[in-house]
């Protein structure tokens, strides 16, 4: 029989993510993939799998769901209430899923965007190459109940894995390389930007962020007649009424509203996870700075595997882990072990 | 050719600018030409040669590439670029081969296209004149860009020249003509947008599940017929919506 999930319920934005698709931005379809990338290496790490393997990315509400058979599974991302069978799982973490368990994933305690991680990765059909939905492209679906997910075979079995994980899951600064248009907007301007301090928005989805600011917004002259641009994800949109926009993973591949500048890669993963109500700021780095960070970046990811610790299975010590995991959004394996 | 601090606006062209930490932009004109148009397209298909690219598009008047800054620093990358810029003019470049004609049905106003009367009177013309105007107008795809398989066509004629709206529609549906700056775009996904919603089509741009994913090409032309709503309907079931094609020269 074929390896599979059931999904017994499932909250409105839960779809298959990986890294997405590159090569079709002349066709105009924007690479998409996980929010929060970061979340897939970890996931990766935890199940010690490629990163290639594709994940289940939950916007802000989980889902339930049923094994057919022992699987492992991690969880990443926006830590979010998790259990099997009632008993409570430690996020950032690897677990077994038992043949016949039932894991229920609630809604998101900080962050936005939580991951589920199942051992082999999910096995679903692949359009213009990858498996990933692309809601905003019509690719895919969101995943309901009744849906039954297919997984690739999996030989290993190490569980009980943790990551000792920065928070990036209630705002933050986020860091701005200047692009092509970040001249049309005055010296002042963008010296007000770095300086503003901006909520997230509740208006925000895969294609880009709100970031709501007190006073008259940012505009350039003549902003609404601007030729349309290339856009790339981390981009930061103005669209008229001068709110800036940080555009993410199924952001359009181009568009006329002028951009301040683009977020670094590094720093996408907590523009995504920021919730609703998170306090945001923007400051401006050269691009020898953002080239560095991005080395610094990938090193992290490539480390990654090296910080696991084993998972402390003791019940007792369950909720203090998870309490401790609620209030920092970080579990700390080392504390505890 | 030049590398002006971002967004000058006093540059000559071609301009190299960076994009993101990852991108080039290289860019043909200041405002939207038909030379420019061209060029865009023949110096991204001689990309294609140069070391390093990971990925290209173009956009109306540019080139993009993508490339790894830790596998090729900035400076590397722009001197490759500087030495295929000045191998020819290309602004001279011819457009890409196999083009072919559309006539798309649309259906310009009704409750199908709401904002044609707001966009006539930006236009400074009547809704009348501004059907007769827009379904008349033959137009180039320039570029398929911010959804799968959508194009960007021009020029329209002067009066069309409007800017976009200060705030975005939230959503306007597959199939929805929208017009701004002399241009039009016919929408293959719903989604929000800052241009006028003039017309409804009933054509399919993006098929993922097809042989031929996306329907338009750049080079391409298309003429937007007007039709009645009741034609349209019968047209849905067709993924064309009764568009119909002709290979050009």
């Known amino acids: 029989m074929t390896r599979a999930l059931s999904v017994i319920s499932a909250g409105p934005s839960v779809t298959v993510q990986d890294l997405g698709r590159t090569g079709f931005l002349a066709f105009g379809l924007s690479r998409g993939g996980a929010v929060d990338r970061l979340a897939i290496a970890e996931g990766a790490a935890l199940l010690g799998q490629p990163v290639t393997h594709a994940a289940l990315e939950m916007a802000g509400m989980g889902a339930v769901f049923e094994a057919h058979e022992d699987l492992r599974i991690a969880l990443t991302g926006a830590p979010m209430r998790a259990q099997i069978d009632g008993q409570p799982l430690v996020w950032h973490a690897s677990h077994l899923l038992p043949k016949g368990a039932r894991l229920s994933i609630g809604p998101a305690i900080s962050g936005v965007y939580g991951y589920l991680h199942l051992g082999g990765g999910i096995d679903s059909p692949r359009l213009l190459g990858a498996p990933s939905a692309h809601l905003t492209a019509g690719l895919g679906k969101a995943i309901k109940a009744g849906d039954t997910l297919p997984l690739a075979a999996d030989d290993a079995t190490r569980v009980g894995q943790v990551l000792d994980v920065a928070d990036r899951f209630s705002g933050g600064t986020l860091r701005v390389v200047p692009s092509l248009q970040t001249g049309l907007f005055a010296q002042e301007q963008r010296d007000l930007f770095g300086s503003s301090s901006f909520v997230r928005d509740t208006r925000g989805n895969r294609m880009g962020v709100r970031m709501a600011c007190d006073g008259p917004g940012f505009a350039v002259e003549g902003g609404l007649n601007v030729v349309s641009e290339v856009i790339v994800p981390g981009d930061i949109q103005v669209t008229g009424d001068g709110t800036p926009f940080v555009l993410l993973a199924e952001s359009q591949t181009t568009g006329g509203y002028p951009r301040i500048g683009t977020v670094l890669p590094c720093d996408l993963p907590l523009a995504g996870q920021a919730p609703a109500g998170a306090r945001i700021g923007f400051r401006f780095v050269d691009l020898a700075e953002a080239i560095d960070l991005e080395r610094k970046f990938r090193l992290h990811i490539e480390g990654v595997p090296r910080q696991l610790e084993p998972l402390i299975r003791d019940p007792a010590l369950m909720r203090d882990l998870m309490s401790y995991n609620f209030i920092s959004g970080v579990t700390d394996g080392k504390t505890e072990a | ?249």
């Open chain 2, 1 to 249: 050719m030049n590398s002006a601090p971002q967004g000058s606006e006093c540059a000559e062209f071609p301009l190299i600018r960076n994009v993101g930490i990852d991108g080039l932009l290289v860019s043909f004109g200041p405002s939207l030409s038909e030379p420019a148009n061209r060029a865009a397209l023949a110096f991204r298909a001689a990309l294609e040669a140069v070391d390093g690219i990971e990925e290209t598009s173009t956009s109306l008047i540019s080139t993009y590439l993508r490339f790894d800054p830790l596998k090729v620093p900035h400076t590397d990358m722009q001197t490759r670029v500087e030495a295929l810029l000045v191998t020819r003019d290309w602004t001279g470049a011819d457009l890409p081969e196999g083009r072919r004609l559309f006539r798309i049905p649309t259906v310009y106003g009704t409750k199908l296209a709401p904002q044609l009367s707001e966009a006539a009177q930006v236009a400074g013309m009547s809704a009348e004149d501004a059907v007769s105007s827009l379904s008349q107008a033959r137009v180039r795809v320039q570029t398929i860009g911010f959804a799968p398989g959508q194009p960007y066509l021009g020029a329209l004629p002067e009066a069309w020249d409007i800017p976009r709206q200060q705030a975005l529609t939230p959503v306007v549906p597959l199939g929805a003509l929208v017009v701004a700056i002399r241009q039009l775009v016919l929408f293959s996904v719903t989604t929000p947008t800052g241009w006028r919603h003039v017309g409804q089509t009933a054509m399919r741009l993006f098929r993922p599940e097809s042989d031929t994913p996306f329907v338009l090409r750049p080079g391409d032309e298309a003429i937007f017929d007007a039709v009645t709503p009741e034609a349209l309907e019968r047209m849905k079931t067709d993924p064309d919506g009764g568009a119909t094609w002709e290979a050009l020269r």
